[in-house]
């Protein structure tokens, strides 16, 4: 079945505390995308990868970093998590970054930072 | 700078009635539009998309109407369903790659 998959679904962690969100997809996309869903502010993108080793920032990257060392695998790294990172996490890929090619989402990752 | 906004945050439409769910956006170099669908505990999921040189584009049940003079795209849904019941969000893509969601409309889906 073609799907993105993200672990964990929920984590509850602490300030400063190093964590990372995985995200896998088993369609050979190309374009991978982290995004965070927060009430009233709908989706922002915090980083994308047009490809392997090719990362670019979205809108809100500050205090998050991506790696995209294979193409089906697309972590997000919170170095030192703030409670201000407290929200809802959705990885997307599609097949190209261009055109009309459709993202397809996981499932979310319900993050909360005490 | 680039923003997309919908209209109304809520619409609650009778089962069976037509649904319009609207969404304005303001880069006017955005070629490309998307309409995604979010269940509760879901991520979003896409229903249609349509391309800058086109202004209307049909789905199963679903049309998306595109005015690019006054940067408002639309989308519709016909007969509503209670399956229907959801948050959209329109998005737009720019040129430079980025994509830029609406903060989203939860359709009400009335018996």
């Known amino acids: 079945e073609a799907q993105v998959t993200q672990n964990p679904r929920y984590l509850i962690t602490v300030t400063g505390k190093k964590l990372t969100v995985t995200c896998s997809q088993n369609?050979?996309?190309?374009?991978m995308s982290w995004y965070r869903q927060d009430p009233g502010l709908g989706l922002r993108q915090i980083y994308y990868?047009?490809?392997?080793?090719?990362?670019d920032k979205g809108d809100v990257p500050e205090g998050y970093k991506v790696s995209r060392k294979e193409k089906r695998n697309f972590p997000l790294i919170l170095e030192s998590p703030s409670p201000n990172q407290t929200s809802l996490y959705f990885c997307?890929?599609?097949?190209?970054?261009?055109?009309?090619?459709?993202?397809?989402f996981g499932p979310g990752t319900r993050l909360t930072v005490l | 700078g680039e923003s997309v906004g919908l209209h109304l945050p809520t619409l609650s439409v009778q089962e069976g009635d037509n649904s319009i769910i609207n969404c304005a956006y303001s880069?006017?170099?955005?070629?490309?539009f998307i309409w995604y669908k979010q269940e509760s505990g879901k991520g979003p999921q896409f229903i249609i998309d349509?391309?800058?040189?086109?202004d209307k584009r049909q789905g199963q049940r679903v049309t998306v109407l595109l005015n690019k003079t006054v940067k408002h795209l639309s989308l519709q849904i016909a007969a509503t369903q209670p399956g229907d019941s959801a948050v959209y969000f329109c998005?737009?893509?720019?040129?430079?790659?980025?994509?830029?969601f609406g903060k989203g409309t939860r359709l009400h889906i009335l018996p």
């Open positions: 349509i391309r800058s040189n086109m």
């Open positions: 369609m050979n996309h190309e374009y």
């Open positions: 998005a737009e893509k720019g040129r430079d790659d980025k994509i830029i």
């Open positions: 997307a890929s599609s097949f190209g970054g261009r055109g009309t090619d459709t993202q397809y």
């Open positions: 990868s047009m490809n392997v080793e090719v990362t």
């Open positions: 880069n006017s170099a955005s070629d490309y």
